[in-house]
């Protein structure tokens, strides 16, 4: 209750401090935020159960798969809130025309940046509630609700009032509060879920979001299509990956056998 509060409280004070063409300009780049949340959630659901199971049977393994969880999270976040900085132009205007949404564009922007963020905290929650720590994140949304709403009131104000689109404020709101909680669930983690290899993993990760989005400019600005553009970035991006070692063979073997190795844990759970 509380998470959906903080996550959709700026909606309800938008309506209340704003007007109804500020609340299309957020609605629009907002849709397309919640349609990207796809991947996290099959990940964790995935993933889950055989956290859990881990958890009583090998520790060792459950720090090992955390962090790797972690890592494959930000690895798929990255190119998607790349891209959707990078391209938000062309796709507000793909998919909701450039005429009424050109304000959505900025909002698009920041709110790929949340985007980044809200994976990284879908992984990091999965990862306490494994551990039994559901009560620590009660207390982790209780801070992003008090924090978010006096928060949204000021800058929802403030852009409204200085720049006619109080939604900026609102956008700005969510990445700030999602990068709360990221930091409050960091700190939450138990010892040996989270270490410096997953601040070298993010370092690289997010250097070949940046190269992917200077490909992105590059070829935007010799082709006519954005497609190309998006698709050549992700290829960059791949690309770029595997010499950084921040992929490597052992993460792609780790990941295919997933599935099964969940049901050995299962077998030998019950075994015991």
């Not at 993933?47 to 459950?62: D, G, I, K, N």
Request: hydrophobic share 55%.
């Amino acid at each position: 209750v509380l998470g959906f509060i903080y996550y959709r409280i700026d909606v309800v004070m938008l309506s209340s401090m704003t007007n109804d063409a500020v609340i299309g300009w957020y609605g629009a780049p907002y849709r397309l935020f919640d349609t990207l949340m796809f991947f996290p959630v099959i990940l964790n659901t995935a993933v889950y159960p055989v956290m859990s199971r881990l958890v009583h049977s090998s520790r060792e393994t459950m720090n090992h798969t955390s962090r790797r969880i972690l890592d494959v999270t930000l690895i798929v976040a990255v190119p998607i809130a790349v891209g959707m900085v990078a391209l938000a132009q062309p796709v507000i205007a793909f998919l909701f025309g450039l005429a009424q949404y050109q304000n959505s564009v900025l909002l698009l922007q920041i709110l790929s940046v949340s985007l980044l963020l809200v994976y990284v905290n879908l992984a990091l929650n999965t990862v306490l509630v494994s551990h039994d720590l559901q009560r620590k994140t009660v207390v982790t949304a209780i801070v992003a609700t008090v924090v978010n709403i006096p928060v949204n009131y000021f800058t929802i104000g403030y852009f409204q009032q200085h720049f006619g689109n109080g939604a900026i404020g609102a956008a700005i709101t969510t990445a700030l509060t999602e990068l709360c909680v990221t930091g409050m669930c960091i700190s939450l983690l138990p010892k040996g879920c989270f270490g410096i290899e997953n601040i070298f993993i993010a370092g690289k990760t997010l250097f070949s979001g940046a190269v992917m989005w200077g490909a992105i400019w590059f070829v935007e600005s010799h082709s006519p299509g954005w497609t190309i553009s998006a698709i050549a970035g992700c290829i960059v991006y791949a690309l770029m990956l595997f010499p950084l070692k921040v992929i490597s063979m052992r993460e792609v073997h780790f990941f295919i056998g997933l599935l099964p190795f969940r049901k050995q844990v299962a077998a030998s759970v019950s075994n015991n």
